[in-house]
């Protein structure tokens, strides 16, 4: 499967932004869909997942409240939004997908897309 990430761009803190995150291939191994950012010097930190099939959703600590995560199936899309951004936020956006609904959380992930910057400022 060949994930593209999309949406990302220069904000103000409190603004909101939808990543978007299209998939194409294999898209019978997308289990599990995810998002990830990186900041420099950072380890690769977790956003959020979804289960492709029944739309369970899963959230890390930075993003509950804040954030939701979503899919299209008819478009193999899944989308991150992002609201009351924070310059906390900024970082480079992955999106993954794996086969398997194991470890969710950690970047254990089979596929990745290329990631997309969103830079907040104060």
Known sequence: VQLQASGGGLLQAGDSLRLSCSASGRTDVMRVMG???QAPGSEREF????????GSTYYGDSAKGR???????????VYLQMNSLKPEDSAVYYCAAKPRDLVITFPSYE???QGTQ????S
């Open 118 to 121: 969103v830079t907040v400022s």
């Open 47 to 54: 956003v959020a997942a979804i289960i492709w099939s029944g």
């Open 67 to 77: 954030f939701t995560i979503s899919r299209d199936t008819a478009k193999n899309t």
């Open 35 to 37: 998002w990830f950012r």
């Open 111 to 113: 596929y990745w897309g």
